[in-house]
Each structure stands twice: as structure tokens, then as C-alpha cells.
């Protein structure tokens, strides 16, 4: 049960911030389709995911299948390595997109993304370093 509250916390804090960045978008940013389009996903994957902890909190059957299945190696073996799959192709992806934003002379762009792939980088070795003096 303690899994499922911290993952309905995040979702719902994902959720809520969804909401408030849509807010933002429509009065501050004059209404951008891209923002907006981004923050209707985030808030509705979010909201499904919110129902979805419902629905199994409140089924014994599902919440032990649940719990069962957040312990399983197998499950956070696949999780980890979709992350850290994500991360690389992330990193790459704007590697490249800074290669064709110098090739346009977009140096502001190539400065921003820049500075993206470096806090990226530096979250993700501090990260590793912390989990291995953890583990």
C-alpha cells in the first residue's frame, strides 16, 4: 500500500502541474498549441493513471497483484533500463539537435540545448554515484 500512495502522490502531483502550466500557457503564453497539446497529455495520463490507483486500492486482489509486481526483479530490471535507455537516446537526440542548430546559426538555441545536455549529464552521474554508495 505504501508503493501505491507514493505513486498516486507523484501522479497527482504530475497532474497538478499539468493543470497550472496549461493555465500559464493560456494566459501568459498566448495560447501555444505545443504547450498546450503537452500539458492535456501530461494531465490525462496522470488523471487515467490516479483512476487506475483507485481502482486497485480499492480490489484486495488487485492491490496484491500490484504490490507483487513492484517487487519483482524482473519488473525493476525493465524499468531501470528504460530509463537509463531514455536518458541516452535523450542526451543523443539533443546532441543532434545542437549540431543542426549550429549548422543554422542558431547560437542562442545551441547555448540553451547545450546547457539541457550538461544538467542532464551531471544529474545522471550524480545519480549514479549516490545509488552506488547507497547499494
Known sequence: MKILKKKFV???I????????FIVNIIKLGNNKNIKWLTLSFTAISIR???QFI?????PQMLKEFEIQ?????FNWIY?????????????AEVIAMFILALLN???MVNIVGVIVV???LIYILTYYYLCKKY
Open 119 to 121: 544538467i542532464q549529464g
Open 10 to 12: 507523484l501522479h497527482g
Open 14 to 21: 504530475i497532474a497538478l502541474v499539468g493543470i497550472a502550466l
Open 106 to 108: 542558431q547560437e542562442i
Open 70 to 74: 513492484q517487487k519483482e526483479e524482473r
Open 55 to 59: 481502482k486497485i486500492s480499492k480490489n
Open 80 to 92: 531501470e533500463k528504460s530509463g537509463n535507455f531514455t536518458c541516452l537516446v535523450t542526451i543523443l
Open 49 to 51: 493513471k490516479l483512476i
